[in-house]
């Protein structure tokens, strides 16, 4: 048959095929570098909500200060998460100021974000002198980690940072052993400063066995902690790279210790405020509320860096495994990192 086609229609064959080849065929590479895209819709997979900045310290390098003492009513901050979870949040961590200020609320979300909202993970982040045992005792089951940021083991160091009132190391001691009994994972938060960053926290790290221990390098954040005209100036506060990884250095012993560089940090979270926004990272204006505006418009008007997230990560401080009773011993990293 076609020996007997004329060589126009022969040719005209052969197009056809070669532009079905090429239509069908899988593209090489995708067709925009990835960092030269945005994804359509972003999915919000781990929260960290902000819900006060209200805090009993004084930390100088905070750079979440009280610049406001509101707080959402709980209503409002229910149908927020609500929100969060139908756009694909998995994880929240509830932060501030102190969210112990408000125990009850913070109890009430606990349950809300565990027994309703069914998220894998629910975690707390606190400075630890609010922290009673009956709080553990009666919200473990809906809290999956509770971190507890501590910065020095010498309580005169913690004072000059604005966080101690010489109580510290003690309670801090006390919030571990609560947490191993009640089947709580305990994680451990080091802010890198100044003041601390000649400091040996080895023996008291071993002892204390988080999970997971994050040294962060003390951070600047426009706006925040920037100038002397802030509420807080962390400028007296900040370290060197090099510094920050002598640091790290003495305690890479610890099987636990994730440092966390400003490179990695400065933009990776995914923040909501206590008025139920998302913060720009770069500096902007923060969104308007998920309540007013819903999740994916909201998260449009901001820039927040997934890569970085993914690259610090961001996926890794999870859920309890299965039958984990919390401790550095028996958590391995490995069964969380998924
Ligand atoms: S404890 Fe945390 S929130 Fe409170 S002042 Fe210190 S860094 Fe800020």
Redesign the pocket.
Known sequence: MLSDASPSALLLLLLLLVAALYLLAPPLHPPFPRSATRPLTQVPISVNYHFTRR?N???G??F??ATTSHIEPLPNQKEALRLLAAAGMRKINFA???PFLYPKPLGAMLAFCKRELALESVSIVT?GSLVREAFLREHAEDLDILAV?CDSFHEETNVAI??GEGDQVAQLYRIAGWCRKYGVLFKLNTVVNRLNVREDMNAHVAALKPFRWKCFQVLIVQGENDSAERLRDGNKFTISDGEFDEFCERHRGQACLVPEPNRLMAKSYLILDEYLRFLDRTGKQPSRSILEVGVQRALESVYWDEESFLERGGLYDWARPEGEKGGCGGASVEELDW
């Open positions: 805090c310290k004084s930390c390098f905070c979440h200060t501030g100021g102190e400075n940021s604005g966080r």
